[in-house]
């Protein structure tokens, strides 16, 4: 029994690495849509946002019915118990980058009011946080959990270099601007988002690993 219970958290694990998988290409793929004014791409996330559901779901059942079946015990229970919750982050960020993509569709038949630049690189941080917290799962690695924990001050600063040009450069010089400018500061707020759900999985990750809480405490990842 031990073998197949063995077998099916690996099962797991595999499972939620698809559920990765889907959330790093949503992301890339609504914000491709939004630099190439791509409509196609855009619905492409928004009908794909089902699958990842149904997917999140799936998952969820299985680790209840893992507990049930088992009755798993210290680091195989924080093991379940931290996948069904890095399940709901990565759903989250999948729905996130729906919004993304529904915020592009309101721009693809206007002119963009400059290069984007910062948003591609806030872009490539939320892709690198997310690729970080899910090999930190599946490997048990705690160095990697704090390096996406500590990659968020990165990601707060590019959202706010994005919203001060936006707002200072853009709303305050031209008020006409403002309905494009807005949806603009709405993507880089998301893509904000969606790092700090990454690091919301680095602290679960760092709990199950080692049973130690850092949210709320971050001189703890000092020691």
Do not use: W
């Not at 759900?197 to 709990?207: L, R, S």
Request: net charge negative; proline share 3%.
């Amino acid at each position: 029994m031990e073998r197949h219970f063995d077998q099916e958290l690996k099962d797991l694990n595999q499972e939620i690495l698809k559920m990765g998988a889907f959330a790093e290409e949503a992301i890339y793929k609504s914000v491709e849509a939004l630099k190439n004014q791509d409509t196609k791409l855009a619905h492409a996330v928004i009908d794909h946002d089902n699958d990842v559901d149904n997917l999140e779901l799936a998952i969820d059942e299985k680790c209840i019915d893992l507990i049930a079946r088992y009755q798993p015990m210290a680091k195989d229970l924080r093991f379940i118990a931290t996948g069904m919750k890095i399940n709901a982050e990565l759903e989250r960020i999948a729905d996130i980058a729906v919004d993304i993509a529904q915020r592009t569709l309101e721009l693809v038949d206007k002119p963009l009011l400059k290069p984007l630049i910062d948003i591609p690189k806030l872009t490539s941080v939320a892709q690198n946080m997310v690729k970080m917290s899910i090999d930190a799962f599946i490997k048990r690695d705690i160095e990697l959990a704090k390096k996406v924990l500590l990659s968020d001050p990165e990601a707060n600063a590019l959202r706010d270099l994005v919203q001060k040009e936006l707002t200072e450069d853009y709303m305050a010089k031209d008020s006409s601007s403002a309905p494009r400018a807005v949806q603009l500061l709405l993507i880089a707020r998301f893509l904000e988002r969606i790092c700090d759900h990454t690091t919301n999985i680095a602290e679960d990750v760092i709990y199950m690993v080692q049973a130690e809480v850092v949210k709320h405490h971050p001189e703890k990842l000092k020691e």
